[in-house]
């Protein structure tokens, strides 16, 4: 009964926990590889990754010339015994394919799958491709780190970080949603957008070496900009996080040492009340 209690009052502190803590006390239950042959003649690839539960590491420009590589690293609680690793190797899927869209291009498709419940079983996966024209990765209970991608770029995570480095100009759409975890942008000049970044827990800041910011609204937790001439959306959001993008050179060359957080123990409590108005809201929904 105490248990169940603990459950219904903390259940946010009670997945934090879990998500800082399970990466780093993990017991791989499985490893599955994958190097996939590209269709000849093409000159786009755009990636798109789901992942149930762990975390996401695309690298694009790698010079796989001709394929792609997926490794996946299926994991489970530390103190898992060896009849509960082959269970969870098992009945966790993982599944990578190419899909031909047209003359010339493709896209890699990257799923992840569950036949049990709980959070006590994630999947690390690691994706190299030669270029990627085009990302969608949806993901939670980790860090997702993308880097080198160019074109229009959506990710959406849960209780972790995003860090996004790409030495290509941004020029086309982004947005990043993130639920309890901050953002970290990198690109280089010559990047343009109409910049919209706004958190409800931190401050949002655009740091650019270029000098190409226009005109600039900032509140702490909301900023907002055009950078170069740029119409295409820059949209960031996270209900608990700093949000920071900086233009700078070379940013593919710099990065997060840490890419976990360990969770706050006074968030968990909900001392400002369960806050759930503020996650990942519509820009026009009302705000307790």
């Given at each position: 009964m105490n248990r169940l209690r603990t459950k219904r009052i903390l259940p946010f502190f009670v997945l934090a926990t879990l998500t800082a803590s399970f990466f780093g006390c993990a017991s791989t239950a499985r490893v599955h590889e994958q190097r996939i042959e590209?269709?000849?003649?093409?000159?786009?690839?755009?990636?798109?990754?789901?992942?149930?539960?762990?975390?996401?590491?695309?690298?694009?420009?790698?010079g796989?010339?001709?394929?792609?590589?997926v490794r996946a690293h299926?994991?489970?609680?530390?103190?898992?015994?060896?009849?509960?690793?082959?269970?969870?190797?098992?009945?966790v899927e993982v599944e990578a394919y190419i899909e031909e869209q047209g003359p010339g291009l493709a896209v890699l498709r990257v799923r992840t799958d569950k036949q049990m419940h709980g959070h006590e079983h994630a999947v690390r996966l690691y994706i190299e491709v030669p270029r990627a024209d085009g990302t969608r990765i949806v993901n939670q209970g980790g860090y997702v780190e993308v880097v080198g991608v160019r074109g229009a770029t959506y990710?959406?995570?849960?209780?972790?970080?995003?860090?996004?480095?790409?030495?290509h100009p941004l020029t086309e759409d982004l947005t990043i949603l993130?639920?309890?975890?901050?953002?970290?942008?990198r690109i280089p000049p010559g990047s343009k957008g109409a910049f919209d970044l706004e958190t409800m827990g931190g401050n949002s800041v655009l740091?650019?070496?270029?000098?190409?910011a226009g005109e600039v609204y900032a509140t702490g937790p909301i900023f907002r900009t055009t950078l170069g001439d740029g119409t295409n959306r820059v949209l960031a959001r996270t209900n608990s996080g700093?949000?920071?993008?900086?233009?700078?050179?070379?940013?593919?060359?710099?990065?997060?040492?840490?890419?976990?957080?360990?969770?706050?123990?006074?968030?968990?409590?909900?001392?400002?009340?369960?806050?759930?108005?503020?996650?990942?809201l519509p820009d026009d929904a009302e705000r307790e």
């Open positions: 590209l269709p000849e003649g093409m000159q786009k690839l755009a990636v798109d990754v789901e992942n149930f539960w762990g975390e996401v590491e695309l690298r694009a420009d790698r796989r010339e001709g394929a792609a590589f299926v994991v489970t609680a530390w103190d898992a015994d060896k009849e509960q690793r082959a269970a969870v190797g098992e009945r990710i959406e995570n849960r209780f972790g970080m995003i860090e996004l480095r790409t030495d993130n639920t309890d975890g901050a953002i970290w942008v740091r650019d070496v270029s000098g190409d700093d949000i920071r993008v900086s233009v700078m050179e070379h940013p593919q060359a710099y990065s997060r040492m840490v890419k976990r957080t360990m969770p706050s123990i006074t968030d968990g409590l909900f001392l400002d009340g369960s806050r759930r108005s503020t996650r990942n």
